[in-house]
DNA sequence: GTTAGGG
DNA sequence: CCCTAAC
């Protein structure tokens, strides 16, 4: 009674296993067959495709716009290529992200709130084709964990080393920081968040109200 | 179906 | 990034 069926899956519509993931182009096969639909951003066809294949490289990604150059000495490494191959199991195929990606979702999770992944994905990600909701979610983790998690000691000793040391630039560390403060995100730092049931809370059953009301709006009954 | 947490 | 549990 202590544990509810861990959710086994499914081996007959487990595709190919492992077999397709290290020879095809086709490890989930999720996300592949719905990218024909309306997407294809500017990306020609394989870089979409390999995914960090350790095959080819990938000079230039979707950065070739005119409307942002800072994003230059953002995560100098887009190949994904040699180094890849030394993980091993995990982690084959990452998409880079770049600055406009990152100020991207902070300027959507500022706009529409911490938590609504999807209403971000599809307003802000649409054209996406990766970038699913869990990623933006793990991206803002990562994104939080290095922005707010930092303690700076002595005076940033940031002379001229790689750029791969704080490629985030600090504007946009302090709107990481801002909006994870606001928030509450768990799992950074938890001073004295008091664990109350909101019903001896009037604060928190305010607020619990407020949320109950607002996922009660888009409820529209049809019989 | 989506979100939160862990690997 | 990938998988699982819970909502």
């Known amino acids: 009674m202590l544990l509810r069926q861990k959710r086994l899956r499914k081996p007959t519509q487990r595709y190919i296993d492992e077999s397709s993931r290290i020879s095809s182009?086709?490890?989930?096969?999720?996300?592949?067959?719905?990218?024909?639909?309306?997407?294809?951003?500017?990306?020609?066809?394989?870089t979409r495709s390999l995914r960090g294949s350790s095959k080819k490289v990938v000079p230039r990604l979707e950065l070739h716009s005119d409307d942002d150059l800072t994003a230059s000495d953002y995560e100098d490494d887009k190949k994904t290529t040699k180094?890849?191959?030394?993980?091993?199991d995990?982690?084959?195929?990452?998409?880079?992200?770049?600055?406009?990606?990152?100020?991207?979702?902070?300027?959507?999770?500022?706009?529409?709130?911490?938590?609504?992944?999807?209403?971000?994905?599809?307003?802000?990600?649409?054209?996406?084709?990766?970038?699913?909701?869990?990623?933006?979610?793990?991206?803002?983790?990562?994104?939080?964990?290095?922005?707010?998690g930092h303690k700076q000691k002595r005076k940033e000793v940031e002379h001229n080393l790689k750029q791969t040391a704080r490629p985030l630039p600090k504007t946009v560390r302090r709107r990481v920081c801002e909006l994870a403060t606001i928030h509450q995100y768990p799992k950074i730092n938890s001073p004295k968040i008091d664990h109350v049931t909101p019903a001896k809370h009037p604060a928190r059953a305010k607020v619990a109200q407020l949320s109950l009301r607002e996922k009660n709006v888009h409820r529209k009954n049809s019989t």
């Not at 180094?83 to 091993?88: A, D, E, N, V």
């Open 25 to 46: 182009a086709a490890p989930r096969g999720k996300r592949l067959k719905v990218q024909h639909d309306n997407e294809l951003p500017e990306v020609p066809s394989e």
């Open 90 to 148: 995990r982690r084959k195929h990452q998409r880079m992200w770049t600055l406009e990606e990152v100020v991207k979702l902070v300027d959507g999770i500022s706009q529409y709130g911490v938590g609504k992944w999807t209403a971000i994905k599809r307003l802000l990600f649409s054209s996406s084709t990766y970038r699913t909701p869990i990623d933006l979610r793990d991206k803002w983790r990562n994104l939080v964990k290095s922005s707010c």
């Open 83 to 88: 180094r890849s191959k030394l993980i091993g």
